[in-house]
């Protein structure tokens, strides 16, 4: 029998709610819970993205889009957001940072190598103050460097010299931090291919790829993991070391000048 577009719709949400729902019972969030959460998100989806044209958003559109009572609609408008997400900005911050002390000639040695640096500024060169400010403008170099520090990321000798230990980040400090990454990923994804289905505007599909083998023996997946992890690593510095080259430095932030978020997302999967 020939499936209708519904049917591949609820095939295709429920596969993705499976993975979502172990997630969240694990987490210890009720269906309840979650069902408050999807409600709000709904209205504000519909309010915000799904007006028409030159005119006004209103409650009762939201109500037919969204399938709530117009009272049901009023009422989650009332409530405060469900989270308080902050896009993993101190993520970001620490990345940046880390972007620039591999890429930024003034924090290289003549081979291109990151250099140990000052902590503070000595007159005689660059400093790791600097280094935070070139890459983050607006972030207390003290709070980088504890993060840094924290994640493994750098070192600091008895002499306040900091040394770079790995150029990627990977947040350790706490489970909300890791969880606003997470989110953040997930979005991504789900957004990248809602643009690719359903956006009319879209000149050229954003790339999107799945590859994957069914026939792996159990006793290959070390050796699969380990070569996959060094393949997308390479793919990661390469892609954030020309991102950091076509984008504005913070120091050249123009307040009048529309900025983009753009990127990639890796990850390995098995089952």
Do not use: C
């Amino acid at each position: 029998m020939k499936q209708t577009r519904h049917s591949v719709v609820a095939g295709a949400i429920t596969r993705m709610l499976r993975p979502l729902v172990r997630f969240l019972l694990r987490a210890g969030v009720s269906y309840g819970a979650f069902a408050d959460f999807a409600r709000w998100v709904y209205v504000d989806v519909a309010m915000k993205e799904f007006g028409i044209s030159g005119r006004k958003q209103t409650k009762s559109r939201v109500s037919v889009l969204t399938g709530l009572t117009r009272r049901q609609v009023d009422q989650v408008m009332r409530d405060p957001p469900p989270h308080e997400a902050a896009e993993a900005d101190r993520y970001n911050r620490a990345a940046r940072v880390l972007t620039a002390w591999t890429d930024d000639s003034r924090f290289l040695d003549p081979e291109g190598h990151p250099l140990e640096l000052p902590l503070e500024e000595t007159g005689d060169g660059a400093s790791f103050n600097d280094l935070v400010r070139a890459a983050s403008a607006e972030t207390p170099p003290r709070a980088i460097l504890d993060e840094l520090r924290n994640a493994g990321a750098i070192s600091i000798s008895g002499t306040d010299t900091v040394k770079l230990e790995k150029a990627y980040y990977i947040p350790t400090t706490s489970e909300a931090e890791k969880l606003d990454i997470l989110g953040m990923s997930t979005a991504d994804l789900i957004s990248t291919i809602d643009k690719n289905f359903f956006d009319p505007e879209q000149e050229e599909a954003l790339f999107q790829r799945v590859v994957y083998n069914l026939r792996i023996r159990p006793s290959a997946l070390p050796e699969i993991r380990k070569r996959i992890r060094e393949i997308l690593q390479e793919v990661a510095d390469d892609t954030d070391r020309f991102l950091y080259q076509v984008s504005d430095r913070p120091t050249q932030v123009d307040p009048e000048q529309e900025y983009k978020r753009a990127g990639i997302g890796l990850y390995y999967f098995e089952s």
